[in-house]
């Protein structure tokens, strides 16, 4: 039989937060739980399942799957192990399970809210985020715990986007808060804790732009300046600054971004962080493209290359791995779309393409829709539903790149139907 690649099972693991290490070992957990058998589940079986080498898991890893994803085989993809239906089959299709009483609903069948709630619930025990000590004393060990959960929420981030995410970052930095409100510790620990909730606030911010809730954005970007100012560390404080201009670009005061980034580059620090120089460069040369000042766009878009060549690759901060070479072509694609500049802007943005890593999704959706947006804007309007089917095709969940694909699809529409764009 042809392989079939199990799109359910993918698009579920990827709005629950799990990686594939994450779902092997969250089955293995729960065997051991039962009955303290190990069912020796690996990635690889995961990667078997999605490709669909494996049409239907082993019974006693289907039963737990059905535990952990909360839904029937069925909904999970999977495929009868015979060509005939089976007994088992039509259960699956009613969202029943073989082997356990009852029935499990299939999250499609949740109301929305119930939905949101399960999947961030499920995230935030995946990432670790419900792990945060609220009595006693805090040490450098709960800092290190912090600055890891901080790295995954940061990987989730690029590979997924926001979605679910912009919940459990919330709820992550209210514990954290909490725990430093609640907590004795050393001056030391303070000031890395306030640290680690400068980079969860970052974080919550871009997922809730990701949401397309421009007000929650603000509130976590002003809370996350704060924290960076608290903990007097230069590099959250650049980092928040320049959240807080992008946020201005956004909410159409580039002028105001502008000033944000030329500020944030006069710092003495950014001397020692390259990556970070380029980052305000390439921000800034969209700013300054805003506003009319293409030769500025141009001269900051130089700045950003040779800033970002200098960079030490092995010392990248995790917060800072999104910015790849990819990623700063598609930056160049942003400013030169800005100055209306759509082929060198087409360039950029295929070239952002063709660079990016597997693994970072988000950006991957975000730059096919910057580029169905930039073929719109040239009529190449056949060339850009293209665009949109490859971007729709991504698991990555967020309003704001799903506005903005309905919006190319509508001037494509009302061209072949010969109205105005």
């Given amino acids: 039989m042809t392989r079939r690649r199990n799109t359910r099972l993918e698009s579920l693991l990827a709005e629950l937060g799990y990686t594939h290490q994450a779902l092997a070992d969250e089955v293995n957990r729960l065997a051991a739980e039962e009955s303290g058998e190990p069912t020796n589940c690996t990635d690889r079986h995961v990667r078997r399942w999605i490709s669909g080498q494996v049409r239907c898991p082993w019974p006693r890893h289907l039963r737990l799957l059905e535990r952990v994803l909360g839904c029937g085989p069925q909904d999970m993809g999977f495929l009868p192990r015979t060509e005939a239906p089976t007994r088992a089959t039509s259960q699956a299709g009613t969202g029943s399970t073989t082997g356990d009483a009852g029935s ?34 805090l040490g450098m060990s709960d800092v290190d715990r912090a600055r890891a959960t901080v790295g995954r929420l940061d990987a989730h981030f690029n590979g997924l986007g926001g979605g679910a995410l912009v919940d459990v970052a919330a709820d992550y930095l209210q514990r954290l808060q909490r725990a430093l409100n609640q907590c004795t510790c050393s001056e030391r620990v303070e000031r890395a804790m306030t640290r680690a909730m400068a980079d969860v606030a970052a974080c919550a911010g871009w997922s809730a732009h990701d949401c397309g809730d421009s007000f929650r954005a603000r509130q976590f970007r002003n809370e996350a300046l704060q924290a960076a100012l608290l903990s007097r560390d230069p590099v959250a404080v650049t980092r928040a600054w320049s959240d807080l201009a992008a946020h201005a670009k956004l909410a159409g005061r580039p002028a105001e971004a502008a000033r944000i980034n030329k500020a944030a580059l006069g710092e003495r620090h950014l001397r020692a962080e390259p990556l970070l120089a380029s980052l305000l460069h390439a921000r800034l040369a969209d700013c300054l493209a805003r506003t009319g000042d293409t030769h500025g766009m141009g001269r900051h878009l130089t700045a950003a290359t040779r800033a970002h060549d200098r960079a030490d690759p092995s010392v990248t901060p995790g917060w800072l791995a999104f910015f790849t070479p990819a990623e700063l072509s598609g930056l160049g694609a942003i400013a030169h779309r800005s100055a209306g500049r759509y082929a060198h802007a087409e360039q950029h943005a295929q070239q952002a393409l063709d660079l990016l890593d597997a693994g970072f999704s988000r950006n991957r959706t975000f730059y096919l829709t910057l580029l169905a947006e930039i073929q719109s804007a040239q009529g190449e309007h056949a060339q850009a539903a293209a665009t949109v089917a490859k971007a729709r095709a991504g698991l990555v969940s967020g309003r704001r790149i799903g506005d903005r694909l309905e919006r190319v699809v509508a001037v494509g529409t009302m061209k072949n139907k010969g109205g105005p764009t």
């Fill in 104 to 137: 499990q609903d299939s999250l499609s069948t949740l109301h929305p809210l119930q939905r949101r709630t399960f999947i961030a619930g499920a995230l935030a025990a995946t990432l670790g985020t419900d792990q945060t000590p609220q009595l006693g004393r």
